[in-house]
């Protein structure tokens, strides 16, 4: 069975620091692009990132870049997103989610969610 | 960036009747890479449609997807109970990977 389980969320005070981790299995991991994508409370989802296979193209979303950064450990079968310079606006689910083969913007597979909470 | 635009909003509909969903994306999506995703409270989202008019695995024949260009259509056929959720377009031909704003589904 796919499973992505996503840990690390928590409560942080606004400027704060926070690692987001994925722990992945049921596929293999080091053949899939990845992504992170957020849900504020309410809202709609919200691309974040996105690394392929290899580590060899990432992407971000404006609202992000120069703040976060996405990476993995294919030997772990784990994704991670690394954020800094938290912001009030950070606060949502964060997802963690499989790309497609072909297209790895694509997401086939998603975990449940991990809550980031920004606040002071 | 290119921005979709979901609409209606809000739909309200009762079971057994057809629901149309629009998509309307500022700039041409590429091959028609254009996704279409469910979600229901209190759970991650479920990718129905793939290349604008592919089924995912499992999903029911009465989801269609349909459209190319900058305009895309989801429609239901005949909405069972559990379609009554929150659903999302996703372009993914070039980053950022944007999302619809959502519409939600709701029982009349």
């Known amino acids: 069975e796919v499973q992505l389980v996503e840990s690390g969320g928590g409560l942080v005070q606004p400027g704060g620091s926070l690692r987001l981790s994925c722990a992945a299995s049921?596929?293999?991991?080091?053949?899939?692009?990845m992504n992170w994508v957020r849900q504020a409370p309410g809202k709609g989802l919200e691309w974040v990132s996105y690394?392929?296979?290899?580590?060899?193209?990432?992407y971000y979303a404006d609202s992000v870049k120069g703040r976060f950064t996405v990476s993995r450990d294919n030997a772990k079968n784990s994704l991670y997103l690394q954020m800094n310079s938290l912001r009030d606006e950070d606060t949502a689910v964060y997802y963690c989610?499989?790309?497609?083969?072909?297209?790895?913007?694509?997401?086939?597979?998603w975990g449940q969610g991990t809550l980031v909470t920004v606040s002071s | 960036e290119i921005v979709l635009t979901q609409s209606p909003g809000t739909l309200s509909l009762s079971p057994g009747e057809r629901a149309t969903l629009s998509c309307r994306a500022s700039q041409s999506v590429s091959s028609s890479y254009l996704a279409w995703y469910q979600q229901k409270p209190g759970q991650a989202p479920r990718l129905l449609i793939y290349g604008a008019y592919s089924r995912a695995t499992g999903i029911p024949d009465r989801f269609s997807g349909s459209g190319s260009g900058t305009d895309f259509i989801l429609t239901i056929s005949r909405l069972e109970p559990e379609d009554f959720a929150v659903y999302y377009c996703?372009?993914?031909?070039?980053?950022?990977?944007?999302f619809g704003q959502g519409t939600k589904l709701e029982i009349k």
């Open positions: 049921g596929f293999t991991f080091s053949s899939n692009s």
């Open positions: 996703q372009q993914y031909g070039s980053s950022p990977y944007t």
């Open positions: 690394i392929s296979s290899s580590s060899n193209a990432i």
């Open positions: 989610a499989r790309g497609g083969i072909t297209f790895g913007g694509l997401i086939v597979v």
